[in-house]
């Protein structure tokens, strides 16, 4: 539900170089081995190198956003951005975006109210880095806008906008926006209104263009494993020929005081959550950002949050939020809490005044624990280049250009006083600066059926007009990465299987360690614990889950509250969540602290209390969850689908969720069926255990030895899966409540496995069918042509253990369009099938996919996540090493095969959800 504003809560420490020898790249800054240089056309370059990392995060960042969009034409920025990607004078229309699939791992695109932000992915590769620089260069200096691609992008715009409105608090925000701002400044939503955006004339596209993408109002920003020399280098060459200009005035966000707004109280009825929030807002303020940058965490931390023990431990909501938007123009704070129909509204507004404006002051404990706890998430920006590259960029923005700012405010953060903190929360948090803002379900009249209006025959818009496409790629070039990235592969799959320990006890558990050096200094651990069998788990689906969430809150020696300390002491954390007919434990912990953790955590697990006051609190919580309507579109869709496939009784672990059902059994639940539980299955006969990160292997082993080799249970155990089922083609058009967007949801069976032969070819089929939004075959069929979505995705899931696979689609479409995207789907695939695919697009995509497994193999964090599935499937990394050799012989012919073999476009199952469709039944099998 909540928005993720910028908090003061991030951090980096990263190693950085000198540079020479560039005439016209000067070093300006250098701060905390972060390094600011600067070209003779004034564009500014900020390096952060970080060896360790196995990507570079690259954004270039210009000064203007929708503050700056002329009155009368609101979204110009927006829409300029979604056109910068149609081509240049000299890498001319599809072939810019196939260039940036072809050099990146992700590229994307965001305008804001300050700014307007090209982010780009890559490996730590010349070449990759090279092209992106150079593809930037052409952005910002010889951009093509083209007049024929207006109308698209204009629906697809919108399509996002309709995103927006369907999210409720996206929704109260731009209200209350709207009451402190009007329809200027903050008030005009950086996404357009359709009436503005049609209104744009190509001149006014093209003069906001020149004015404001110059080399002097931007910045690039990169992030992670690079050759300073060499980047600086390619921008030299790239960026210093374009000449700086002279840059408008940036528009001024008003004086922002709370007092003068008249409107404070707002309302949202959309979608079924019910939530009260208070939000506190006033003018500038820089000084007390850093108290009220812990402000979520004081008052809605579990379980010492004052206002999670005042609301949630006594039952008056069911849960509690708080975020921050800390900006030069303005501060706010958001406190809310999340509620139940059984909770009284009224309780709830006067519990969150009283828990906020009247707090009792906090005391040093309290603050010294967020302080610990906004300090490791600091030390963990060291390891994450897109992270630390997103913090530098954001501000750049918010602090005009002072991007070192930020130390300031970490240093801010820790050199707080307790009695500073209270006097900043104090002061600020008021009924002066209080807003209200309601969200409750949509109402009853909003639920019925509507009738559809008869759908006009769609225009084409003029991106579908006849052009010269331009020549693609030669497959060659895309074979020769293939090549290469298969050799490096094997390098490191070989390397990787070398240093990973393999065993297991006598009692059956395996165990992988992989001793290694992880880039944020921390070590892994992944406990899964398998057992029972369909017959003896047979209604205890919620028993399995208040059992796993219960597991680490309490022990007989240690309370939650000495749990949370302990995580926050060693830098980690410790989860436990069902899965299955088993539970999966993560724990993770710097890595000086980790075995003294570790030990901790397996004493909680070994000795669990079970508190009666924490199973009464999940229970109460869980039960206000259920207790919801479930009428939104996504929601509506899934539960539809899930009916319609289902092939088991109600009360076997595999049935899908039925809300009722599930109220049922979590009201008959009680402690001791969970202890009884825990008693007779948890056990770690068909169990695994992977640890990755820094320590000694030798003395690892025997500690897990100690630890696991005699907990044992004699209770059949049977793995539970799920068979292939054939089903029929059909189409339902389900009723859901009133939104922008409907949800169409569809699955075609196929009797394939992980292991099958054929896998390799259908992944490659569903990256071509899906994979990017914009270029693939669904991408340019949905989106781009007709701009019935603003986003779609495409999945094959293959079964782990069984022959049994489906291709999955999913798209969230303008309501009453859910026939367009069934018959695009179909011609899609009916093309597929007809034509198949081309070498080109076989090439790409296995040159793209070998690209993002490399990527994968060069983070240890990502292999650990490997080692607990090849345990239980009795494989290794040789596994992956075969598939990538499936993947790199894969011819067209192959692809094709494989199309014409398994997808059946008739046997498509298709649920749609919207306002136009009509009511479902409630499963009752």
């Given at each position: ?31 905390q081995?972060i ?21 570079v995060?690259?954004?270039?960042v ?46 994307n ?70 009451a ?26 093209n ?16 992030a992670?494993?690079?050759n ?10 790239n ?21 003068n ?8 009825q ?8 208070h939000?506190y ?14 402000s ?19 039952g ?12 030069p ?15 009284d ?23 010294s ?21 997103s ?15 930020y ?11 307790v ?78 299987e ?7 006890f ?14 944020d ?13 369909v ?20 022990s ?31 724990i993770?912990a ?19 209390k ?103 249970s ?81 999945d ?58 490399v ?14 599935s090849?345990?239980?499937r009795?494989?290794n ?49």
């Open positions: 539900m909540f928005m993720r504003f910028k908090q003061l809560t991030l951090s980096l420490c990263l190693i950085g170089i000198s540079a020479s020898g560039l005439a016209q790249t000067v070093l300006v800054k250098n701060q081995n390094e600011e240089y600067k070209l003779d056309n004034g564009f500014r370059v900020i390096l952060a190198p970080n060896d360790r990392e196995n990507k995060f690259v954004n270039t210009y000064f203007t956003g929708s503050l700056n969009d002329p009155q009368g034409k609101g979204g110009l920025a927006h829409l300029l951005e979604h056109l910068a990607f149609k081509g240049t004078q000299d890498v001319k229309g599809d072939e810019f975006q196939r260039r940036l699939d072809q050099y990146t791992l992700m590229t695109a965001s305008t804001d109210y300050y700014s307007t932000k090209y982010t780009n992915i890559v490996r730590p590769e010349k070449t990759a880095l090279d092209q992106i620089i150079y593809l930037e260069s052409q952005r910002m200096d010889k951009l093509v806008l083209q007049e024929k691609f207006v109308p698209s992008e204009i629906n697809i715009v919108m399509r996002e906008r309709e995103v927006r409105m369907d999210q409720p608090f996206a929704v109260l925000m731009d209200q209350m926006w709207k402190a701002y009007g329809n200027k400044s903050l008030g005009r939503l950086p996404i357009g209104d359709l009436n503005e955006l049609k209104s744009i004339k190509m001149d006014e596209l003069k906001f263009y020149r004015a404001w993408y110059a080399p002097n109002n931007a910045v690039m920003v990169v992670g494993k690079f300073k020399a060499d980047v600086l280098k390619a921008i030299d060459e960026f210093s020929p374009i000449p700086a200009r002279a840059i408008p005035e940036q528009a001024k966000v008003p004086l922002l005081d709370s007092s707004i008249k409107l404070r109280n707002f309302m949202v959309k979608g079924s959550d019910l939530a009260k929030f939000i807002m006033n003018g500038k303020n820089e000084k007390i950002q850093p108290a009220l940058a812990l979520p965490y004081l008052y809605t931390l579990q379980p010492s949050g004052h206002l999670y023990k005042s609301m949630v431990e006594t008056i909501a069911t849960n509690v939020e708080a975020t921050t938007w800390l900006n123009d303005f501060n706010l704070v958001f406190m809310g809490a999340i509620y139940s129909p059984t909770n509204s009224n309780k709830i507004e006067s519990a969150l005044i009283s828990g906020v404006e009247n707090n009792a002051e906090f005391n040093q404990t309290e603050l624990r967020v302080k610990n706890l906004v300090k490791n998430a600091a030390d963990s920006m060291l390891s994450n280049s897109v992270a630390v590259g913090m530098l960029s954001e501000y750049v923005v918010s602090n005009k250009g002072d991007w070192g700012q130390f300031k405010d970490q240093q801010a953060i820790q050199s707080l006083s009695s500073d903190t209270n006097k900043t929360l104090k002061e600020f948090l008021t009924p002066a600066h209080r807003f209200s803002g309601d969200i409750k379900p949509t109402p009853e009249d909003q639920k019925k059926a509507m009738q559809m209006q008869k759908d006009p025959a769609q225009k084409k818009t003029l991106d579908q007009t006849v052009e010269q496409p331009e020549p693609l790629k030669d497959p060659s070039v895309y074979k020769k990465e293939v090549a290469e990235y298969l050799a490096t592969s094997k390098t490191y799959l070989d390397a990787t070398k240093k990973i320990q393999r065993g297991s006598k009692n059956g558990m395996q165990y992988a360690l992989f001793p290694t050096q992880t880039r200094n921390k070590t892994y651990a992944t406990l899964t614990v398998d057992f029972g069998t017959d003896s788990l047979f209604n205890q689906s919620e028993i399995l889950d208040l059992t796993a969430y219960l597991l680490l809150r309490a007989e020696q240690y309370s939650l509250q000495d749990i949370a300390d302990k995580s926050i002491d060693a830098g980690g954390l410790a989860t436990a969540t069902a899965d299955g007919n088993g539970m999966t434990i993560q993770v710097k890595k000086e602290k980790f075995e003294d953790f570790f030990k901790y955590i397996i004493e909680v697990m070994k000795n669990p079970f508190e009666q006051s924490q199973f009464d609190l999940i229970k109460s919580q869980s039960l206000g969850d259920l207790d919801r309507p479930y009428t939104e579109p996504d929601v509506v869709a899934a539960m539809t689908m899930a009916r319609l496939l289902e092939i088991y009784k109600q009360g076997d672990l595999r049935h899908h969720f039925e809300p009722e059902y599930a109220k049922t059994q979590l009201k008959a639940a009680t402690t001791d069926q969970v202890k009884a539980l825990y008693k007779k299955f948890f056990a770690m006969n068909h169990a695994e255990i992977a640890i990755t990160g820094d320590y000694d292997a030798k003395n690892m082993q025997k500690l897990l030895k100690k630890e696991f080799a005699n907990w044992n004699h209770q059949p155990y049977q793995r539970i899966t799920s068979e292939f089922v054939k089903y029929p083609g059909q189409k339902v058009h389900a009723l859901s409540e009133q939104r922008e967007f409907g949800n169409y949801s569809s699955i075609l069976t196929i009797p394939v496995g992980v292991d099958n032969k054929d896998a390799a070819a259908l992944v490659i089929f569903n990256y071509i069918l899906g994979d990017s939004q914009l270029s693939s075959r669904l991408g340019q069929e949905l989106r781009e042509k007709n701009a019935l979505v603003y986003g779609f995705n495409s094959i899931d293959l079964d782990a253990y069984q022959e049994s696979g489906a291709l999955k689609i999913e798209a969230n479409y303008t309501a009453g369009k859910s026939a367009q995207v069934s018959e695009v789907v179909h011609k899609v695939l009916n093309e597929l099938l007809a034509k198949g695919v081309t070498e080109q697009e076989v090439e790409a995509a296995k040159a793209s996919i070998m690209k993002q497994r990527t994968s193999l060069e983070d240890e964090r990502v292999i650990h996540r490997m080692l607990n090849q345990l239980d009795n494989k990394m040789s596994s992956r090493a075969q598939r990538d050799l499936e993947f790199a012989k894969l011819s067209k012919a192959d692809v094709d095969a494989v199309i014409k073999k398994y997808i059946q476009p008739e046997r498509l199952v298709e649920v749609a959800a919207d306002q136009y469709g009509q009511p479902q039944k409630q499963s009752s099998k």
